[in-house]
């Protein structure tokens, strides 16, 4: 099950953590923007390749130290299908290195536009029965309010080719609360969302005790992650709002069980914009993320159990 796969790379870095690769246009150093315009009079190429130096960059600097990337889709599709054709390099680059690659797409629709939101992340594309593979993650986020009916095209594809899928559950932005805590028979809708995630899951076992459905909670509710944990024990987590958006790591810690295991924490802007709240020189960037990707590592391994394959 695709979820193994992300556990024991937790597990041979001794590192939950993921780096979200969010690559706003003013987070790529001048020099490479400067090389990029030079090269490509078409400026949404210029800025895609850009934003390829950089990942490629940030990726050979982290793939031995951090389990996994998060590409967010939104910052790939504002170029364009440069852009896109970026996100495809950045997949295949990371995946090459032995990193994981979970698509941030929060993707959410039903019937045959669900099953192609499927096979386009996590599967094949049927071209006249030759099937290729058009992005090739190996997760993707998606958003589980439409029930079922969008749930289910993505768990015939995970079967068929191991992959997962991490659903939104409480969410780490402020707002999240508006309906996510709304009560539904005295139970806020975030826990309704968490168990239909243990449902589905079961479709998707794993060898250690977490399933191919996870979901997605926020650090920025540490009560609420804590909960989530004791009560969806097959639900492995992928955890925002650690660092730029307040989380911490003793408030992320409520993510874990007693192998140090069950979540992996995001960590976008702090990584990949550490040469910033550094101020160190630009062409150092790479070097920045990787340390603050260790900073970042040892500051949840000093909250947590030790990282270890359950018994």
């Known amino acids: 099950m695709s979820l193994d796969k992300l556990i024991e790379k937790i597990v041979e870095t001794q590192n939950p953590t993921v780096a979200g690769l969010d690559p706003r246009f003013d987070y790529v150093p001048s020099y490479i923007k400067d090389?990029?315009?030079?090269?490509?009079?078409?400026?949404?190429q210029a800025a895609a390749a850009a934003v390829w130096e950089y990942n490629k960059g940030l990726i050979d600097a982290l793939y031995d130290i951090v389990p996994a990337i998060k590409p967010q889709a939104a910052y790939y599709e504002l170029y364009s299908f440069y852009g896109m054709e970026t996100l495809y390099k950045t997949i295949a680059y990371a995946r090459e290195k032995g990193m994981y690659v979970i698509t941030d797409g929060k993707r959410n629709d039903i019937g045959p536009t669900m099953e192609a939101y499927a096979a386009a992340h996590l599967g094949m594309t049927d071209l006249g029965g030759e099937k290729v593979a058009a992005f090739d993650a190996d997760a993707l986020t998606v958003n589980g309010y439409l029930g079922s009916d969008g749930i289910h095209p993505l768990l015939k594809v995970c079967r068929e080719y191991d992959r997962g899928i991490f659903v939104l559950v409480k969410t780490s932005?402020?707002?999240s609360g508006e309906l996510q805590d709304r009560l539904i028979d005295g139970e806020p809708v975030y826990?309704?969302?968490?168990?239909m995630c243990e449902n589905w899951g079961k479709d998707l076992p794993g060898k250690y005790g977490y399933s191919g459905v996870g979901a997605v909670v926020g650090a920025t509710y540490a009560e609420e992650l804590t909960s989530l944990r004791s009560q969806l024990v097959h639900t492995f987590f992928l955890v925002p709002g650690y660092g730029a958006q307040g989380g911490g790591a003793q408030d992320a810690a409520g993510a874990f069980d007693r192998n140090g295991l069950g979540a992996v924490v995001n960590s976008s802007r702090g990584?990949?914009?550490a040469y910033k709240k550094e101020g160190c020189d630009e062409h150092d960037y790479a070097a920045a993320a990787r340390r603050e990707a260790l900073r970042m590592k040892q500051d949840l391994l000093s909250c947590i159990p030790q990282i270890r394959l359950p018994e």
Not at 191 to 195: C, K, P, S, T
């Open 173 to 175: 932005n402020p707002s």
């Open 271 to 273: 990584i990949i914009c």
């Open 191 to 195: 826990l309704q969302m968490g168990r």
């Open 35 to 44: 090389r990029a315009f030079a090269a490509y009079p078409n400026r949404l």
